[in-house]
Each structure stands twice: as structure tokens, then as C-alpha cells.
């Protein structure tokens, strides 16, 4: 009997050991809830953006996105915008996510403005550059951004 339970015992450690850490993750890990982003940079009214989020990664690396609000848009965003993204998650040994993201807001009014951000997560954070093509007073611009994940 006190075999069989050292066996059981050295199996579970064993087990516990050898678990893969590191590698593609395919589905939600820790870049699943809300974000904050901050732009900066910038000319005019296509300058100083910052919104909130809220999405959780899918199998396929698209973002599905639950909640978006603009905090500082200007006359560039208006109303009735739509998102999308990508965010390509991988899990590093010590646990921590990272990997290429991508997030696009298309404007409904006025029509045409796209606000386009690329960059990497590592953790908690995501930085990287930003872009943004408009029309009228709204003209083309780019800077650098900051999102942190606020829950």
C-alpha cells in the first residue's frame, strides 16, 4: 500500500511537470477583457483620440469585440462607428501573452475616417503606431499609441 501511494504521488508531480508552457495559444488567454487606449500625436482635429475596449481574442485571432467608446474623438468620429481586429497570441515560457495586433475603427459619420492601429501586446500593455485617413478638416496623420489593460 505505501508503494502504490509513493507511485501515485511521483505520477502527479510528474504530471504537474510537464505541462507545455510556451507555444500558439487558441483561445482566450489573458488579453481577454477591457482596455484603454491613448493616442499620440497627431495634426488638428485627427489628433489626441482615445477610446476604451472591451474584447476577447477567438480561435481564429480575430477580435471579438463586446464594447467600444470613444473617450476623445472630435468631429472626426461622430457616430455609428464599427471595429474590428486581430491580435496573433502567443504564451512565453514564464506566462506572459504577446504577439502582433491590429484594431481598425471605421467612422459612420462622417463617412470615410479610418483610424488604424498596429503594434505588439506584451502583458498588460499593447504599443505600437497608429494611422488615420480622413476627409474634410479630418486629413491623414499618424502617431504612436498605448493601450493598458484596465481589467
Known sequence: MKEVAILLLVALMLNG?????SG???GQVASTGGWE?????????A???????????????????RNFQFITAGTCFVSG?????TLIQSVSGTG???????YMITSGTP??????????????????????TGTGDC?????????????
Open 37 to 45: 487606449a491613448q493616442m499620440f500625436g497627431g495634426v488638428g482635429p
Open 24 to 26: 500558439t495559444s487558441t
Open 47 to 65: 489628433s489626441g483620440f482615445g477610446f476604451v475596449t472591451n474584447f476577447s481574442v477567438n480561435s481564429d485571432s480575430s477580435l471579438d469585440i
Open 111 to 132: 463617412a470615410g475616417n479610418v483610424l488604424t492601429l498596429s503594434g505588439n501586446e506584451d502583458g498588460n500593455t499593447i504599443t505600437g503606431n497608429w494611422t488615420f
Open 139 to 151: 486629413g491623414s496623420t499618424a502617431g504612436t499609441f498605448t493601450m493598458t489593460l484596465t481589467s
Open 81 to 85: 462607428e464599427t471595429e474590428s481586429g
Open 96 to 102: 506572459v501573452v504577446t504577439g502582433p495586433f491590429t
Open 17 to 21: 511537470c510537464s505541462g507545455n508552457s
